[in-house]
Every structure is written in structure tokens, then in C-alpha cells.
């Protein structure tokens, strides 16, 4: 075997033929003795252009831990199937005008070949493909006991339509504003009757529940928890028309600030609320919004035009004007949002943008306030030297301070004149107030120069230099302070009290909001009050008019599953004339996809077929017409990993003792993009099929492990446009699919990202062409101490690294113990060896298995157990020691090469007396191939011409060459 062209190909087949056949790795029910282990990876849309080598890491990762946790002794289940609903295959199907299940299942098989190809233990008995009727049917099952139970419900949504195509677009099929097969057509945003899930019934669970995921990514558990947007605060009634329009705010500290409201542009009771003199405007600026996309919303300008109609605000009663915008969220609470430019960053944007109202109800404040303080009206100057743009500042002499001029303002003055004042009065110099520098803040402090406790409320105003020359000061001024000018660096570092740098950091980022927490102004009632404080009483206040309550608000929206689509599943409801929405009877399910179908555009063959929309009703028996809306995919994903415990049952959804024996999965593995759709879908399922006492489990993973992304040869994710993908089919023909396997674990970390490489897989390939060679012409040999203690040392390390996917750590393991193996073993290490190369490559282990007499698979042998007691890390450490002073040796007859052009001969090795034991002077002449002799440093016989013997120290020996 070692001494021919090895056929990998060859091999893979005979090996991969033989577990399938054998059901090697068969997954049993109820196995006694043994403790179940389900791992799992997100099952695959099977995409027509099938999988590349980034697929085969991922599925590399799975199929390691699924092969360790066989050979510990678990039951596995690790089975596989395939998300075949999908939009890629309607529209291929759109295109060749045929059937999407052609296409699907075509690339099913394609997919089966190629992770068969990989090695993969999956039990393929297993398989589930949730196009199939016998698994959507349960897809129907759940829609319809959810329904049962007021989840599923019917309202209308905003979505996108293309008047060419008169029909509604997927996200995806929106581009830049445009439908993707007509670019020349502007998507509009229709409100369409569409079908929810109410995931919102649970957001408080979900929200919770992520505390118990001790085994999920922190990453992940905080995407979900931001996602979910659990949010404690205030709903506030705004009357508008005498119809309560529910608002919903986290600051109603800040409600006395609300100048007006924006209803969301795809609400849809916008028009209720549009006068007729703005209607024109209004729809005008609604044909501008082309995406009902969340994150579009985000990246937009904030635009909005007034809607005609005013609110009544419920605690001054004054008229607010109500306005629509792009920028708010149609199902998020009532679809309305209050206005606060003075304290929101978005909606001070919007204010300036459109000349509304900025009140400032909330005061930035310093300090705490105190009984007997005195409170100050101030100002803040901040003025810039255009020559040299340094600020005019105070060095105070008596109290350190360093300071801009801060003044009181007097009598009459306004806070420009008084800041004109003030400048010249202690500085000499004369300037003219440009203006305000923002809203008033308050500081609460000691005055050291009055000797009083001060509340102080400052403007900061800025002023422009009306001469560089200053005019003489008076004695008392110039005995106070020093007139200084400072560069920006400066006032940051020499300020001595923070609150005097909000007039010049204004100046440089210029007029916002403020959005912290402080003292209420303009607030009827309520000043003085801290916000924290202001809350409690603004909230009595609203309850006691019956105007707004406390209340728990989430981000999370209720989950829109329509999909105006024919290739998903089809929603089981009938309409009739006389009974209105009626669920299909369990017996009559599955309502199938109908095959006979001809995709004529875009739109649904589904509204077209008469034969899948005519049914009789099941209550009245009069003539009714099916839903011809399909289920999101999403659906299929959010409980398939239950089916997998009983995926041939036709009479339920799932035998719950099975699912209780298996669920939850141990290991899930896939991508962290998932986080906050897959990952929170199928934990809500979870959640209601336990509430439906189906299941005994709150969450359906235990653990999970995010894989990173193999990219291609130039750093670039892999993609059949850019030319860059890495076929399995052409690695294995290349390397045989082992080297690969062992090279997309190897590489990193298998929770990072990283590219594809072809020297990378060749260096896998030439180690496993070195234990084919060891294997071939293996002779048994003796194991000493040293080799023992490497030997369980690895078996311990290496395991621990596999369980805790530490791959890349595990392989540099498996190469350190064959570099010992190597220099001679006896078979009973060797049969340990092969076991553990067995989870990465095995293919190979199991060729080497049986080349050694053995007929049973390596797949499913013991894993290897460590003897602590044969470990010795000191006999490691001097052997080690050893190694180094070869490789010590090494470089100083390179030096002497380098140098004299000739090399020494004879080697003397001075160690302690209590190493010399480990210097085997037979085998340092066999790896230096030169004479080689070892002294103990106090030997009287030892030969040491230059006294090396004299620098020796514990694991540092010294060396002589002559």
C-alpha cells in the first residue's frame, strides 16, 4: 500500500458503501445502558448549484463530534434533511416555466451524493424534506392549533407590489426601489390582508429564557435580548378626533417636550387621520417609500409631511400636530410615536428639518442640590481667536481654577448681552454674541470665592472677537484671575470642572439633543423634579385621567407568515361567502400543492388553479375558496428538529415519548446570521407545543456552536458569479476528501473565519500519507516511560479539545503523538492512534483498521481512556530539555558551517548529575549522526577544554564541539 499511488477515491467508496450498507451509524430509540446524544446542524436549502467546500466545513464540524460522542458511548442522533421550500426554486421554475418541485428534488439528490462523498455519519433513515406533503402537513397542523387558540390571525400589512407584474415581491426581489425582472418599475407599498403569527404572546418568555442558555453564545443571547427589546415604560393616550391613539415611551419624563407626533407611512389607518387638503401631499410623499423593510427604514433621511390632523395633549391639553414619517415602524405599539426634539436625537433631526417646536423640558444637570443653596442664573462665553483658534480662558490665582468667563446675568439682560458684559469687564476684551450654544444646563456646587453653596443655571453662548486688542483691566480683576488663550487640547486637559466644557463642546459638534436624565423645567407642575423622580408622579398623574398606564413594551413584532408565493406551504383556511374564514378539518389534511401548474409571470399559479381554489365550505357545505397565500420557510425550520425523533408517523406530528427520549438537541451547530430569525422561531415553537403538552422542555437546544466562513483562495466568500468556489468533488479527486476534512479543522479556530487553501491540504495530505506508510510497514515495538506519558497525556488533551471544538488544537495533538508513535511503538498504541485520527479522517482509520486484522468499524470502537498515573510531567520536562539541546547542537554546527566552511565531529554534552540519566549517548549519536559523549559536571575524567562544564544549569547542559 505504501510503496503504490494510493487511490483515496477508492477507498471513500468502499468504506462509505460498507456503513451504509451495515447501518453503521443507525440511530435506536431507547437504548439502556447508554445516555443519548442529539447533534444537529441547521438543515440546508438545497440550492441547485450544490455544496462547496465552505458547506463541507460546516458540516465537518458536526460530523467530528458526532463521531467522538459515538465512540465515548453515547446513542446518537445525527440526522439530516433539507429546507426545500424556498424562492431560488419558484424562480427557476418561473424562468423554465415548470414545476419547482423538478428542480428541489434534483438538487436533493445532488446534495445526498455529495455529503454521502464527505464521509457524513448521518442516519440517512432519518431524512425529512419539508416540501414533501407528509411533513407539511404538520407545518398545517400547528397553523391550525395555533389558530385554535387566537396565534394565528388575520390584519392587514404593508408589502411590496409591482404594478407590472401585479403581484407582491419578496425583500429580496426589491432592488433599489425597483422589482428585479422589471428595473424600468417602482415598487409600491400596498396594505394587503396578510397572516401573523403572535410571537409576541411569548416575547417575555423568550426574553427571559435566555438567562437559562448557559450554553449559547453571549453574542447570540444579546442580539436575541436587543431584538426582543424588552423595554419598561409608559403607554400614553393622545386623543386625536376623540379616538385614543395609544404611544408608547420609555421617557414620559420628557412628555411635557412632545411638540408632535409622527404616525407610521404604512399604517393603515393613515388616511383616517389625513384632512382633506393634505391628502394630495400625504399620498404624493407615500409614493416615495419604496421597501417595508425595518433596516431600509434606518438608513433613510427622516422625512414625513403633516397629515392635516392635530392631537390633544392628555396633560395641558393644548393641540399637537399629528404628522407621518418614514422612520417609524407601523406595528411597533400603536404605529405612533411622540415627538421630543429637545431630548431624541431623531426627532431634533426632524424638528430642524421641517421648523417644528423644540422645547426643552428636561435640564442637564451637575451635582446634587442642597437646602440652603443660592440659585444663580449664568452664562458660559466661549470665544475662539480666529488667528490662532484658541479659546479665551480664566486661570483663577487663589483657587487653581481654570475656567471660560462665567457670569451672572442682571436685572433686564438677556444672556447675549449679559456674556458681552462680562468678556469685557474681566478680560478687557471686546466681543459680540453670535447666540446660543444649545439648552441651559444646571450645576449644584460649593463656591469657594462666596463661600455659599450655589445652584447654578448656565447658557453657554458664543461670541466673536470684536477687537484682538484688549483694553486695560482694573486692579481688583487682574489680581483675581489671568487672562490665558488655550488651545482646544488645553481646555480639555486644564478645565477644573467638567460642566464648564459644555459650551465648547457644543461649539464643536454643534446643536443637539440632550438625551440623558436630569432636572424637569416647562413641565406644568412637575419642575424641579428629577427624571427618575418626575416619572412615578407623571405617571399617577395620566392614570388618574385615565389617560396612560405602565406597561412592559417589546420590539418584537408578531410574525407575518403570508407569502404570496406557490412554492411553500399552503395555508389550510377556506373562505365562505356565508361563514366568513373557516380552518380545514385535520382529516382533510394535508391541502396539497397541486403538480399540474404553469407559471405564466410572477403572480401564484395558485390563484389561477380552479381546481385547488374551489372547495366546499366545511361548515355549510356552500361553495368556498382556499387561502392561495403559502407558509413563510421559516415555519418548516421552527420544529423539524422534533420530526427527526419520529419522522415516519402518520398518524401525529411526533410520538412525545420518542421526543422526550432525544429532544432537546445536545449540539446545534450553524451560522451566527440566524440569531434572530431561525434562532428565536424555533424557540417560540418550542414554547407552544410545550404549552400544547406535547412536550416537556422549555427550549429546544442546549447548546450552540456558530461555525465561521471558509472563504475562497482570494479571501472572498465563495460565489458561483465571482468564480471562486472550491468543489468537494475536485478536492477529493485532488487530495482525498480525508485531507480535506482534516485541513477545514486545522486551520483555526472552527468558530472563525478563514480562506481556503491548496498547500494547506497538501500538508494534511503528506501526514496522512506518512501513517499510511507507518501503518503499511509497522513492526511492533516496546513503549518506555517517556512514550507512555505523551501517550495519555494526548489522549487526555486531544479529547478534551474535540469536545470543546478546539479542532485546530486537537490536530496539532494527533501529529505530536504519531512524531512519538513513530520513533517506535508496540500495536496496542498504534490501535489508540487510529482511534483518535478516526472523527477527522475515516476514511483512512478505517483502511488502516483493517489493514491491521480488525474486522469490526474503527467508527464504532471505545474511544481510548488516559491513565493519569502513566502521565509524568517531569520525565516530559527533561525530555524536552533533551530535544532542545539537540536542536541547540544543531545550530551551532550550522554556525561553524556558515563560518569555517566545515562542521565539528565530536559532540561533548556537559548536564547535572541527576540529568545525565535522560542523555542516552547512543541515541543523541543516531539523531545527530556524530560522535557523541555525555559528562556529569563534576565527572574528573570528563574532557572540557574551554570550561563550558562551569556554566551549566538544571535543563541547560553546556556543549563543546571540536
Same mark, same amino acid.
Given at each position: 500500500?505504501?510503496?503504490?499511488?494510493?487511490?483515496?477515491?477508492?477507498?471513500?467508496?468502499?468504506?462509505?458503501?460498507?456503513?451504509?450498507?451495515?447501518?453503521?451509524?443507525?440511530?435506536?430509540?431507547?437504548?439502556?445502558?447508554?445516555?443519548?446524544?442529539?447533534?444537529?446542524?441547521?438543515?440546508?436549502?438545497?440550492?441547485?448549484?450544490?455544496?462547496?467546500?465552505?458547506?463541507?466545513?460546516?458540516?465537518?464540524?458536526?460530523?467530528?463530534?458526532?463521531?467522538?460522542?459515538?465512540?465515548?458511548?453515547?446513542?446518537?442522533?445525527?440526522?439530516?434533511?433539507?429546507?426545500?421550500?424556498?424562492?431560488?426554486?419558484?424562480?427557476?421554475?418561473?424562468?423554465?416555466?415548470?414545476?419547482?418541485?423538478? &428542480?428541489?428534488?434534483?438538487?436533493?439528490?445532488?446534495?445526498?451524493?455529495?455529503?454521502?462523498?464527505?464521509?457524513?455519519?448521518?442516519?440517512?433513515?432519518?431524512?425529512?424534506?419539508?416540501?414533501?406533503?407528509?411533513?407539511?402537513?404538520?407545518?398545517?397542523?400547528? &397553523?391550525?392549533?395555533?389558530?385554535?387558540?387566537?396565534?394565528?390571525?388575520?390584519?392587514?400589512?404593508?408589502?411590496? +407590489?409591482?404594478?407590472?407584474?401585479?403581484?407582491?415581491?419578496?425583500?429580496?426581489?426589491?432592488?433599489?426601489?425597483?422589482?428585479?425582472?422589471?428595473?424600468? =418599475?417602482?415598487?409600491?407599498?400596498?396594505?394587503?390582508?396578510?397572516?401573523?403569527?403572535?410571537?409576541?404572546?411569548?416575547?417575555?418568555?423568550?426574553?427571559? %429564557?435566555?438567562?437559562?442558555?448557559?450554553?449559547?453564545?453571549?453574542?447570540?443571547?444579546?442580539?436575541?435580548?436587543?431584538?426582543?427589546?424588552?423595554?419598561? *415604560?409608559?403607554?400614553?393616550?393622545?386623543?386625536?378626533?376623540?379616538?385614543?391613539?395609544?404611544?408608547?415611551?420609555?421617557?414620559?419624563?420628557?412628555? &411635557?417636550?412632545?411638540?408632535?407626533?409622527?404616525?407610521?407611512?404604512?399604517?393603515?389607518?393613515?388616511?383616517?387621520?389625513?384632512?382633506?387638503?393634505?391628502?394630495?401631499?400625504?399620498?404624493?410623499?407615500?409614493?416615495?417609500?419604496?421597501?417595508?423593510?425595518?433596516?431600509?427604514?434606518?438608513?433613510?433621511?427622516?422625512?414625513?409631511?403633516?397629515?392635516?390632523?392635530?392631537?390633544?395633549?392628555?396633560?395641558?391639553?393644548?393641540?399637537?400636530?399629528?404628522?407621518?414619517?418614514?422612520?417609524?415602524?407601523?406595528?411597533?405599539?400603536? *404605529?405612533?410615536?411622540?415627538?421630543?426634539?429637545?431630548?431624541?436625537?431623531?426627532?431634533?433631526?426632524?424638528?430642524?428639518?421641517?421648523?417644528?417646536?423644540?422645547?426643552?423640558?428636561?435640564?442637564?444637570?451637575?451635582?446634587?442640590?442642597?437646602?440652603?443653596?443660592?440659585?444663580?442664573? =449664568?452664562?458660559?462665553?466661549?470665544?475662539?481667536?480666529?488667528?490662532?483658534?484658541? #479659546?479665551?480662558?480664566?486661570?483663577?490665582?487663589?483657587?487653581?481654577?481654570?475656567?471660560?468667563?462665567?457670569?451672572?446675568?442682571?436685572?433686564?439682560? =438677556?444672556?447675549?448681552?449679559?456674556?458681552?458684559?462680562?468678556? &469685557?469687564?474681566?478680560?478687557?476684551?471686546?466681543?459680540?454674541?453670535?447666540?446660543?450654544?444649545?439648552?441651559?444646563?444646571?450645576?449644584?456646587?460649593?463656591?469657594?470665592?462666596?463661600?455659599?453653596?450655589?445652584?447654578?443655571?448656565?447658557?453657554?453662548?458664543?461670541?466673536?472677537?470684536?477687537?484682538?486688542?484688549?483694553?486695560?483691566?482694573?486692579?481688583?480683576?487682574?489680581?483675581?484671575?489671568?487672562?490665558?488663550?488655550?488651545?482646544?487640547?488645553?481646555?480639555?486637559?486644564?478645565?477644573?470642572?467638567?460642566?464648564?466644557?459644555?459650551?465648547?463642546?457644543?461649539?464643536?459638534?454643534?446643536?443637539?439633543?440632550?438625551?440623558? #436624565?436630569?432636572?424637569?423645567?416647562?413641565?406644568?407642575?412637575?419642575?424641579?423634579?428629577?427624571?427618575?423622580?418626575?416619572?412615578?408622579?407623571?405617571?399617577?398623574?395620566?392614570?388618574?385621567?385615565?389617560?396612560?398606564?405602565?406597561?412592559?413594551?417589546?420590539?418584537?413584532?408578531?410574525?407575518?407568515?403570508?407569502?404570496?408565493?406557490?412554492?411553500?406551504?399552503?395555508?389550510?383556511?377556506?373562505?365562505?361567502?356565508? $361563514?366568513?374564514?373557516?380552518?380545514?378539518?385535520?382529516?382533510?389534511?394535508?391541502?396539497?400543492?397541486?403538480?399540474?401548474?404553469? #407559471?405564466?409571470?410572477?403572480?401564484?399559479?395558485?390563484?389561477?388553479?380552479?381546481?385547488?381554489?374551489?372547495?366546499? $365550505?366545511?361548515?355549510?357545505?356552500?361553495?368556498?375558496?382556499?387561502?392561495?397565500?403559502?407558509?413563510?420557510?421559516?415555519?418548516?425550520?421552527? +420544529?423539524?428538529?422534533?420530526?427527526?425523533?419520529?419522522?415516519?408517523?402518520?398518524?401525529?406530528?411526533?410520538?412525545?415519548?420518542?421526543?422526550?427520549?432525544?429532544?432537546?438537541?445536545?449540539?446545534?451547530?450553524? %451560522?451566527?446570521?440566524?440569531?434572530?430569525?431561525?434562532?428565536?422561531?424555533?424557540?417560540?415553537?418550542?414554547?407552544?407545543?410545550?404549552?400544547?403538552?406535547?412536550?416537556?422542555?422549555?427550549?429546544?437546544?442546549?447548546?450552540?456552536?456558530?461555525?465561521?466562513?471558509?472563504?475562497?483562495?482570494?479571501?472572498?466568500?465563495?460565489?458561483?458569479?465571482?468564480?471562486?468556489?472550491?468543489?468537494?468533488?475536485?478536492?477529493?479527486?485532488?487530495?482525498?476528501?480525508?485531507?480535506?476534512?482534516?485541513?477545514?479543522?486545522?486551520?483555526?479556530?472552527?468558530?472563525?473565519?478563514?480562506?481556503?487553501?491548496?498547500?494547506?491540504?497538501?500538508?494534511?495530505?503528506?501526514?496522512?500519507?506518512?501513517?499510511?506508510?507507518?501503518?503499511?510497514?509497522?513492526?511492533?515495538?516496546?513503549?518506555?516511560?517517556?512514550?507512555?506519558?505523551?501517550?495519555?497525556?494526548?489522549?487526555?488533551?486531544?479529547?478534551?479539545?474535540?469536545?470543546?471544538?478546539?479542532?485546530?488544537?486537537?490536530?496539532?495533538?494527533?501529529?505530536?503523538?504519531?512524531?512519538?508513535?513513530?520513533?517506535?511503538?508496540?500495536?496496542?498504541?498504534?490501535?489508540?492512534?487510529?482511534?483518535?485520527?478516526?472523527?477527522?479522517?475515516?476514511?483512512?482509520?478505517?483502511?488502516?483498521?483493517?489493514?491491521?486484522?480488525?474486522?469490526?468499524?474503527?467508527?464504532?470502537?471505545?474511544?481510548?481512556?488516559?491513565?493519569?498515573?502513566?502521565?509524568?510531567?517531569?520525565?516530559?520536562?527533561?525530555?524536552?530539555?533533551?530535544?532542545?539541546?539537540?536542536?541547540?547542537?544543531?545550530?551551532?554546527?550550522?554556525?561553524?558551517?556558515?563560518?569555517?566552511?566545515?562542521?565539528?565531529?565530536?559532540?561533548?554534552?556537559?548536564?547535572?548529575?541527576?540529568?545525565?540519566?535522560?542523555?542516552?549517548?547512543?541515541?543523541?549519536?543516531?539523531?545527530?549522526?556524530?560522535?557523541? +559523549?555525555?559528562?556529569?559536571?563534576?565527572?574528573?575524567?570528563?574532557?572540557?577544554?574551554?570550561?563550558?562544564?562551569?556554566?551549566?544549569?538544571?535543563?541547560?547542559?553546556?556543549?563543546?564541539?571540536?
Amino acid at each position: 500500500m505504501a510503496d503504490k499511488i494510493i487511490n483515496f477515491s477508492a477507498i471513500e467508496k468502499k468504506w462509505q458503501k460498507k456503513w451504509e450498507s451495515e447501518k453503521a451509524f443507525l440511530a435506536k430509540d431507547n437504548v439502556k445502558g447508554k445516555k443519548k446524544y442529539y447533534i444537529l446542524e441547521m438543515y440546508p436549502y438545497p440550492s441547485g448549484s450544490g455544496l462547496h467546500m465552505g458547506h463541507a466545513f460546516n458540516y465537518t464540524i458536526g460530523d467530528v463530534q458526532a463521531r467522538l460522542k459515538r465512540m465515548q458511548g453515547y446513542n446518537v442522533l445525527y440526522p439530516m434533511g433539507y429546507d426545500s421550500f424556498g424562492l431560488p426554486a419558484e424562480n427557476a421554475a418561473i424562468k423554465a416555466k415548470s414545476h419547482p418541485k423538478k &428542480f428541489t428534488e434534483e438538487a436533493i439528490k445532488n446534495y445526498i451524493r455529495q455529503q454521502k462523498e464527505l464521509g457524513l455519519s448521518y442516519d440517512w433513515s432519518r431524512m425529512i424534506q419539508s416540501h414533501k406533503p407528509e411533513y407539511y402537513q404538520w407545518d398545517q397542523w400547528i &397553523f391550525l392549533k395555533m389558530f385554535e387558540r387566537g396565534l394565528a390571525y388575520k390584519k392587514k400589512a404593508p408589502v411590496n +407590489w409591482c404594478g407590472k407584474c401585479n403581484t407582491v415581491l419578496a425583500n429580496e426581489q426589491v432592488v433599489n426601489g425597483k422589482c428585479w425582472r422589471h428595473e424600468d =418599475t417602482e415598487v409600491e407599498i400596498k396594505h394587503l390582508e396578510q397572516w401573523f403569527l403572535k410571537i409576541t404572546d411569548y416575547a417575555d418568555e423568550l426574553y427571559e %429564557g435566555l438567562n437559562k442558555l448557559d450554553g449559547w453564545p453571549d453574542f447570540i443571547k444579546t442580539l436575541q435580548r436587543n431584538w426582543i427589546g424588552k423595554s419598561e *415604560g409608559t403607554e400614553v393616550d393622545f386623543l386625536v378626533d376623540g379616538n385614543p391613539w395609544r404611544v408608547f415611551t420609555t421617557r414620559v419624563d420628557t412628555l &411635557f417636550g412632545v411638540t408632535f407626533l409622527v404616525v407610521s407611512a404604512q399604517h393603515p389607518e393613515l388616511m383616517s387621520l389625513v384632512t382633506n387638503d393634505k391628502k394630495k401631499e400625504v399620498e404624493n410623499f407615500l409614493k416615495k417609500i419604496r421597501s417595508t423593510k425595518e433596516e431600509d427604514m434606518d438608513k433613510l433621511s427622516k422625512e414625513g409631511v403633516f397629515t392635516g390632523s392635530y392631537a390633544i395633549h392628555p396633560l395641558t391639553g393644548k393641540k399637537i400636530p399629528v404628522w407621518t414619517g418614514n422612520f417609524v415602524v407601523a406595528d411597533y405599539g400603536s *404605529g405612533m410615536v411622540m415627538g421630543v426634539p429637545a431630548h431624541d436625537e431623531r426627532d431634533f433631526e426632524f424638528a430642524k428639518k421641517y421648523g417644528l417646536e423644540i422645547k426643552q423640558v428636561i435640564r442637564q444637570s451637575f451635582g446634587e442640590a442642597k437646602e440652603d443653596e443660592e440659585k444663580r442664573f =449664568t452664562i458660559s462665553a466661549v470665544v475662539q481667536r480666529k488667528s490662532d483658534k484658541k #479659546f479665551l480662558y480664566l486661570k483663577w490665582k487663589e483657587f487653581g481654577w481654570v475656567a471660560p468667563v462665567i457670569g451672572g446675568i442682571d436685572g433686564n439682560e =438677556t444672556p447675549e448681552s449679559a456674556a458681552e458684559r462680562e468678556v &469685557f469687564e474681566e478680560t478687557g476684551y471686546k466681543a459680540k454674541a453670535v447666540g446660543k450654544l444649545g439648552l441651559p444646563f444646571e450645576a449644584h456646587f460649593y463656591a469657594d470665592n462666596k463661600k455659599v453653596w450655589r445652584h447654578r443655571i448656565d447658557q453657554p453662548i458664543l461670541l466673536e472677537l470684536i477687537s484682538d486688542n484688549p483694553e486695560k483691566l482694573n486692579k481688583e480683576e487682574s489680581s483675581m484671575h489671568e487672562v490665558s488663550w488655550l488651545s482646544r487640547e488645553e481646555v480639555a486637559k486644564l478645565t477644573t470642572h467638567s460642566y464648564n466644557l459644555i459650551g465648547i463642546e457644543r461649539f464643536f459638534e454643534g446643536e443637539k439633543a440632550f438625551t440623558g #436624565f436630569g432636572t424637569l423645567v416647562n413641565s406644568e407642575g412637575f419642575d424641579g423634579l428629577k427624571s427618575s423622580e418626575a416619572k412615578e408622579h407623571i405617571i399617577n398623574a395620566l392614570e388618574m385621567k385615565k389617560l396612560g398606564r405602565k406597561k412592559t413594551a417589546f420590539r418584537i413584532r408578531d410574525w407575518l407568515v403570508s407569502r404570496q408565493r406557490f412554492w411553500g406551504c399552503p395555508i389550510p383556511i377556506i373562505y365562505c361567502d356565508e $361563514c366568513g374564514t373557516v380552518p380545514v378539518p385535520e382529516k382533510d389534511l394535508p391541502v396539497k400543492l397541486p403538480d399540474n401548474v404553469k #407559471f405564466e409571470g410572477v403572480e401564484s399559479p395558485l390563484k389561477k388553479d380552479e381546481k385547488f381554489l374551489k372547495v366546499k $365550505c366545511p361548515k355549510c357545505g356552500k361553495n368556498g375558496k382556499r387561502e392561495t397565500n403559502t407558509l413563510d420557510g421559516f415555519m418548516d425550520s421552527s +420544529w423539524y428538529f422534533l420530526r427527526y425523533c419520529d419522522p415516519k408517523n402518520d398518524k401525529k406530528i411526533f410520538n412525545s415519548k420518542k421526543v422526550k427520549y432525544w429532544a432537546p438537541v445536545d449540539q446545534y451547530i450553524g %451560522g451566527k446570521e440566524h440569531a434572530t430569525g431561525h434562532l428565536i422561531y424555533f424557540r417560540f415553537f418550542t414554547k407552544f407545543l410545550r404549552d400544547m403538552g406535547l412536550l416537556e422542555f422549555d427550549e429546544p437546544v442546549l447548546n450552540l456552536f456558530n461555525q465561521g466562513m471558509l472563504h475562497a483562495y482570494d479571501g472572498q466568500k465563495m460565489s458561483k458569479s465571482k468564480g471562486n468556489v472550491v468543489l468537494p468533488e475536485s478536492v477529493s479527486k485532488k487530495f482525498g476528501i480525508d485531507a480535506a476534512r482534516m485541513f477545514l479543522v486545522s486551520d483555526g479556530s472552527p468558530d472563525k473565519d478563514f480562506n481556503w487553501s491548496d498547500k494547506g491540504t497538501e500538508g494534511s495530505l503528506r501526514f496522512i500519507l506518512k501513517v499510511i506508510n507507518f501503518v503499511s510497514t509497522f513492526k511492533s515495538g516496546k513503549m518506555d516511560k517517556l512514550k507512555e506519558s505523551k501517550l495519555h497525556k494526548i489522549i487526555k488533551e486531544y479529547t478534551s479539545n474535540l469536545d470543546d471544538f478546539n479542532y485546530n488544537i486537537a490536530v496539532i495533538k494527533i501529529r505530536e503523538l504519531f512524531d512519538v508513535l513513530e520513533e517506535g511503538c508496540d500495536r496496542k498504541s498504534l490501535e489508540i492512534f487510529l482511534k483518535m485520527l478516526s472523527p477527522i479522517c475515516p476514511h483512512v482509520a478505517e483502511e488502516l483498521w483493517s489493514k491491521i486484522g480488525k474486522k469490526e468499524f474503527v467508527s464504532l470502537e471505545k474511544w481510548p481512556e488516559y491513565d493519569g498515573k502513566k502521565i509524568d510531567i517531569e520525565l516530559e520536562k527533561k525530555a524536552d530539555a533533551v530535544d532542545k539541546t539537540i536542536e541547540d547542537v544543531k545550530n551551532i554546527l550550522k554556525i561553524m558551517r556558515e563560518r569555517n566552511g566545515g562542521e565539528g565531529k565530536r559532540i561533548y554534552i556537559y548536564v547535572l548529575p541527576n540529568e545525565k540519566a535522560f542523555y542516552d549517548e547512543k541515541k543523541l549519536g543516531e539523531r545527530l549522526g556524530r560522535g557523541v +559523549w555525555v559528562y556529569a559536571v563534576n565527572d574528573p575524567k570528563k574532557h572540557d577544554p574551554e570550561g563550558k562544564s562551569k556554566k551549566v544549569k538544571p535543563g541547560r547542559p553546556g556543549i563543546y564541539i571540536e
